[in-house]
T-cell receptor
Framework: DGGITQSPKYLFRKEGQNVTLSCEQN?????MYWYRQDPGQGLRLIYY???????QKGDIAEGYSVSREKKESFPLTVTSAQKNPTAFYLC????????????FGPGTRLTVT | GENVEQHPSTLSVQEGDSAVIKCTYS??????FPWYKQELGKRPQLIID?????GEKKDQRIAVTLNKTAKHFSLHITETQPEDSAVYFC?????????????FGGGTRVLVKP
């Protein structure tokens, strides 16, 4: 089940620590996205990147940071400034041409105590 | 920005009956409306999508309808089966060349009772 992968599946951190979530894709997609999923609130966009070395804030970017140094990789750092970081984080990618389907990774469940 | 409202939040149907989920959007410039299905513990997957130049699209037991004037679109599942039990999300965006910022609805948890 290749395509887009996220690691780890579960992550536990103490409050006040920064943590980086991994997202890798081998689909040759230009665009990549990070979403946060909370119960009953659907998927909310954190950051997205249309091309290497460029990214834009989504609807809930505060307390998060990203980088896009390689086409295949789009890591998300949850900083200590994020007030409620415990959530399920989903990464996605898309070609942006011909089809607009976003392909999702399996997700990382982050618990901060 | 775009805002998408989705109703109902939960839906329980008897196997074989139909299920309908409705979404409204706020940005009249939105022209692409996908539906994603997320089974328990799995990643969301696209099941059907529609563009604003089309009023209806069908794929076997699922169909989506779009009313641009009223700014709402709906997912219809006919002859529901237990494997249709999942959370369904609608979304809307204005298509760009690459990197489309989807705005998702809050999701509908569908339970198909055998």
């Amino acid at each position: 089940d290749g395509g887009i992968t996220q690691s780890p599946k579960y992550l536990f951190r103490k409050e006040g620590q920064n943590v980086t979530l991994s997202c890798e894709q081998n689909l040759n997609h230009d665009a990549m996205y990070w979403y946060r999923q909370d119960p009953g609130q659907g998927l909310r966009l954190i950051y997205y990147s249309q091309i290497v070395n460029d990214f834009q804030k989504g609807d809930i970017a505060e307390g998060y940071s990203v980088s896009r140094e390689k086409k295949e990789s789009f890591p998300l750092t949850v900083t200590s400034a994020q007030k409620n970081p415990t959530a399920f984080y989903l990464c996605a990618s898309s070609t942006g041409t011909a089809t607009y389907e976003q392909y999702f990774g399996p997700g990382t469940r982050l618990t901060v105590t | 920005g775009e805002n998408v409202e989705q109703h109902p939040s939960t839906l329980s149907v008897q196997e074989g009956d139909s299920a309908v989920i409705k979404c409204t959007y706020s940005d009249s410039a939105s022209n692409y409306f996908p539906w994603y299905k997320q089974e328990l513990g799995k990643r969301p997957q696209l099941i059907i999508d529609i563009r604003s130049n089309v009023g209806e699209k069908k794929d076997q037991r699922i169909a989506v309808t779009l009313n641009k004037t009223a700014k709402h679109f709906s997912l219809h599942i006919t002859e529901t089966q237990p494997e249709d039990s999942a959370v369904y999300f609608c979304a809307a965006t204005r298509i760009k060349a690459a990197g489309n910022k989807l705005t998702f609805g809050g999701g509908t948890r569908v339970l198909v009772k055998p």
